[in-house]
């Protein structure tokens, strides 16, 4: 396996950090638009892996199919793992195949929301762009898998899991994404790429409900606390548009799909700000002579998150509410999770824990293509695949030694 | 009286409509970084006023004093009006000067924020750059009428007129704000200048105690709900850094000065999440290769206040709330305030109603300026004049036709 990543920020970084722990690649070129950064993140894996010459840099520019499939064709790519932001996903998505690869993202091409009724009814939804290629790639052969970051990814797995082995009836499949991560030195400083979030948070959240499909509500509808393990405690979620809504009825049997996102009031309170001045567009406007988007304007007011993992404390959890009638017939409630440490992925990786949950997943997928224990041909999501050896090879101490959690909750009282 | 006013926003457009209704000065000058922006309210004047000659446009650069005091000399003019926003106090401030004219504003010189303890202590204050030039323009004979607007302004008349007029002993003069104005077609849409609202209110807010002196709050501090008159009614008011708390200490005896703006919550969350995101700041930041001050980006992604009157509804009230003991020797509470209802801005000079009010008041001033009926030397607020001829001038059916009211309000319960 020859891969090509693009995309060098926090994400992309530590995919090659996580990557260089593993043998089952022959090599990996870090790509991106500003070769200094994809150089730095080179830079930093030699420094902890001094032996390993697997690691090149290259630049790449992620908005050119022609450019990717170049760079796909000059170092021999089997693989493209996409690390950038979503704008970019159609190109390299293209590129990929037009270059020979299979290709992996943790993030789908974008959305547009319905022209008249956005906060009822679906318009172009998250991925349509990428599965309305399936039938090609079946016929050629290639593989397209799509959403495996940790959400969309392992929050996947997690439900094609639950599915097969603790449920004969799912009433609802439902992410639950909370952390408490705190950064030292600063008032406000998300440990996501604001760009993503602004795009997720404020676009209409999408439900998928068996009798109805999918369908949209309000931003930051249906506030909800969720009680997070590992000492993370309540925080406010609310419904957001995520990959998972689309992904999981398409190969999975539930009644209901929704995620739901631990924003925190705070946070909530900010993007709805930014919303109201239209300081989250991103088409540019023009200020004192020259041309910006606003919402590049944002992320370039905030810190960089790849850079904060020194300062950041707290732990981040992603999982899988699962509600239905377990394999006995019994109302069964559980909670899927992983949880990281931030201390635990700067000791282990030198990346905050943020960027390192995302980016663990993919690596285990690439694992997994490589030794053939996962196969298949099409733009598939992490639920078209068996679940049990993805969370044994995540959780092993021969693997990536980063464990999962089935937390058995209270069954929900039954409906009146 | 030959009048130089430098700026053609949306308060400098409203100054030039309202003045064209009256005769008191020989010219007056429109001049703008944008000759554009100078012409086309000339031309709005020329329109309802075709046979008035007395209107010029010019293009100034607000920043040199140099270019301001050429400006003065080139027009002849006999009194600089200040209608930029309070970044360019200084130069406007030193150029009118250099150039031999008397000088008005609406705003004062910049504060900056105590270096160590910017929530209890007063750094540089408002207005501090220019009052140090006191003496100066008293050995010259010249007059600068510092803060002459409506807040600063008639906010300082009406203090001044409570004083002499209605209390025997003040215990507060406080600057009341607020307003129930709606932009249709807008979910948010400020009035006024946002980088002027974000510069006063993201301030340490000022507070004036007669034993205390000046002395700073976090920003945002002591919400309170104030019933305003005209159909307005309750709004939540908080502490704002303003030039009423300067300026009135100076010339008028009270115990306490304070200001408060009626934001609502909305805009206050609006401005909070500004400042947690770092967009309130007015330094450069690099977007992709160019560089923009976020604020600037901030007011590029909202309307142009100027340009919302046809759009906006409703009224917006400035006002004095005045506490103490009566000339009889009782508790006394009055609310002294300037109702605008936007429809009649409208309708008599084609201007909204929130910069139509700022803009009235210089006017007024002017026209006293110019009649001798105020005449001073040195760097003087409002409160230095006697109040009793610019009330009058201001509600006068032959003067400018705004009323003011004075309500009488019931006094606080003593003290336990």
Redesign the interface.
């Known amino acids: 396996m020859r891969i090509l990543l693009i995309g060098a920020g926090g994400v992309g970084d530590a995919v090659a950090r996580i990557a260089a722990r593993r043998s089952f690649f022959e090599s990996l070129v870090v790509s991106d638009y500003d070769l200094a950064r994809a150089e730095r993140t080179v830079a930093a894996v030699r420094e902890r892996h001094p032996d390993d010459e697997r690691f090149r840099a290259d630049r790449v520019d992620a908005s050119s199919a022609e450019a990717v499939a170049e760079a796909v064709r000059r170092h021999g790519a089997t693989h493209v793992l996409n690390a950038v932001d979503p704008r970019f996903v159609m190109p390299i998505f293209d590129g990929a195949r037009q270059g020979g690869a299979d290709y992996l993202d943790m993030a789908m091409s974008l959305s547009r929301p319905h022209p008249e009724r956005p906060f009822t009814e679906t318009g172009v939804k998250l991925g349509d762009e990428q599965l309305a290629q399936h039938d090609a790639y079946v016929a050629e052969g290639r593989l397209a898998l799509v959403g495996i970051g940790v959400e969309p990814g392992l929050s996947d797995v997690f439900a094609r899991y639950a599915v097969d082995h603790l449920f004969s009836h799912v009433t609802e499949l439902g992410v639950r994404d909370g952390a408490n991560l705190a950064v030292a030195g600063y008032?406000?400083a998300p440990g996501f790429s604001i760009w993503t979030t602004i795009e997720e948070c404020l676009n209409p959240p999408v439900v998928y409900e068996r009798d109805r499909g999918w369908y949209t509500l309000e931003p930051f509808s249906e506030p909800e606390v969720f009680d997070f393990p590992g000492g993370i405690g309540p925080v406010e979620c609310v419904h957001v548009e995520h990959e998972e809504v689309l992904l999981m009825p398409r190969w999975l049997d539930a009644d209901k799909v929704t995620f739901k996102y631990g924003l925190g009031n705070?946070f909530i309170?900010?993007l709805?700000?930014?919303h109201?001045?239209?300081?989250d567009?991103t088409e540019p406007?023009?200020?004192?002579g020259?041309?910006?988007?606003?919402r590049?304007?944002?992320a370039?007011?905030?810190p960089d998150p790849a850079t904060l993992g020194d300062a950041m404390s707290g732990k981040t959890c992603a999982g899988l509410l699962v509600t239905g009638t377990g394999k006995d017939g019994q109302p069964r409630r559980v909670y899927l999770s992983h949880v990281v440490d931030n201390a635990d992925s700067m000791r282990i990786d030198g990346a905050q824990c943020v960027v390192w949950q995302t980016a663990l997943n993919p690596v285990v997928a690439l694992e997994l293509l490589a030794s053939g224990v996962w196969k298949g041909t099409g733009v598939l999501g992490p639920e078209a695949f068996d679940a049990v050896p993805f969370l044994d090879l995540l959780a092993s101490p021969d693997g990536y030694h980063s464990p999962w959690e089935l937390n058995e909750l209270e069954p929900e009282p039954s409906a009146p």
Do not use: M, T, Y
């Open positions: 008032d406000f705070e309170e900010v709805k700000a930014l109201k001045v239209g300081l567009k406007v023009s200020v004192k020259v041309k910006v988007s606003p590049d304007v944002v370039a007011c905030l």
